[in-house]
T-cell receptor, first 113, second 112 residues
Framework: IAGITQAPTSQILAAGRRMTLRCTQD?????MYWYRQDLGLGLRLIHY???????GKGEVPDGYSVSRANTDDFPLTLASAVPSQTSVYFC????????????FGEGSRLTVL | DAKTTQPTSMDCAEGRAANLPCNHS???????VYWYRQIHSQGPQYIIH???NNETNEMASLIITEDRKSSTLILPHATLRDTAVYYC?????????????FGTGTKLQVIP
């Protein structure tokens, strides 16, 4: 596998349930990101990680948490899903934090009912 | 705050050059201009970036005005597979992370 792998591809979830979206990269990139994409709003940054062991909040972090235990993995967790979190989620990575050249996964479509 | 402004949509005839404009009037001296595209529901794909000089690669050319307040992405010979949403972004590293903010982009339709 080369690049970024996201799982699941799609998921329907009941409100109030916990959900973790997985993201794995094999490019040894230092920085990783989670975005959500909603119609008419473009891509919005949820959380980021500049290097393993560190994370930070983006534009829309509320209701989400992340961890970065190692270089390759950057899971996104919804502790108690709500319908407004219905979206397409994209994981991305970059070689170093201060570059805009991002590599994206294929996305995870999440529907919260 | 939107850092870039792009037309919502554009059409281009197949085989012709597609010129996609972007305004970034508040760009600061250390910010780069990046272009990505998103085909249907796939993940965004990097195209090209630049600081102040024009750039060209196998996919496209990027023309940045001298004052850096606007730029144009040029696809020299558009094909049907170039139909996508094109995002122009400015990239700033501040507050401890890469602020890469995507707007709503330009939907380019290549017409046979």
């Amino acid at each position: 596998i080369a690049g970024i792998t996201q799982a699941p591809t799609s998921q329907i979830l009941a409100a109030g349930r916990r959900m973790t979206l997985r993201c794995t990269q094999d490019m040894r990139h230092n920085a990783m990101y989670w975005y959500r994409q909603d119609l008419g709003l473009g891509l919005r940054l949820i959380h980021y990680s500049n290097t393993a062991g560190t994370t930070g909040k983006g534009e829309v972090p509320d209701g989400y948490s992340v961890s970065r235990a190692n270089t390759d993995d950057f899971p996104l967790t919804l502790a108690s899903a709500v319908p407004s979190q219905t979206s397409v989620y994209f994981c991305a990575s970059s070689v170093i934090p201060n570059t805009g050249e991002l590599f994206f996964g294929e996305g995870s479509r999440l529907t919260v009912l | 705050d939107a850092k870039t402004t792009q037309p919502t949509s554009m059409d281009c005839a197949e085989g012709r050059a597609a010129n996609l404009p972007c305004n970034h009037s508040t760009i600061s001296g250390n910010e780069y201009v990046y272009w990505y595209r998103q085909i249907h529901s796939q993940g965004p794909q990097y195209i090209i970036h630049g600081l102040k000089n024009n750039e060209t690669n196998e996919m496209a050319s990027l023309i940045i005005t001298e004052d850096r307040k606007s730029s144009t992405l040029i696809l020299p010979h558009a094909t049907l597979r170039d139909t996508a949403v094109y995002y122009c972004i400015v990239s700033d590293y501040s507050g401890g992370y890469q602020k890469v903010t995507f707007g709503t982009g330009t939907k380019l339709q290549v017409i046979p």
